[in-house]
Nanobody, 122 residues
Framework: QVQLEESGGGLVQPGGFHRLSCVAS????????MGWYRQAPGKQRELVAF???????MYADSVKGRFILSRDGAWNTATLQMNNLKPEDTAVYYC????????????????WGQGTQVTVSS
């Protein structure tokens, strides 16, 4: 099956930097977009960054100028570089992608990773 595998969660000091990675694998015909959402306890899941093929990248106002989303040349990997981290960045981060599965006669569907915890604390 199609899978999104996230890596890079962990404990980070305030003001520090960190990197998350997501790799899409499985029977994939095409990936049309990849990005990251996050969800803190008791809060709604919110957009962090999202990059359709060809751009432009969309960022939440709270992370603009601090986070950078990039995708590799094969367009199957989404990397989130997080800089100047704040305690309010603490959340479970979820990779998402719009994917056309191999053999599908329909358009793309939304896929999600399992989530990875990022904690910003002293």
């Amino acid at each position: 099956q199609v899978q999104l595998e996230e890596s890079g969660g962990g404990l980070v000091q305030p003001g520090g930097f960190h990197r998350l990675s997501c790799v899409a694998s499985g029977p994939i015909f095409m990936i049309n977009a990849m990005g990251w959402y996050r969800q803190a306890p008791g809060k709604q899941r919110e957009l962090v960054a999202f990059l359709p093929n060809g751009g432009p990248t969309m960022y939440a106002d709270s992370v603009k100028g601090r986070f950078i989303l990039s995708r590799d040349g094969a367009w199957n990997t989404a990397t989130l570089q997080m800089n100047n981290l704040k305690p309010e960045d603490t959340a479970v981060y979820y990779c998402t992608a719009r994917i056309v599965p191999g053999g599908s006669e329909s358009g793309d569907s939304e896929f999600w990773g399992q989530g990875t915890q990022v904690t910003v604390s002293s």
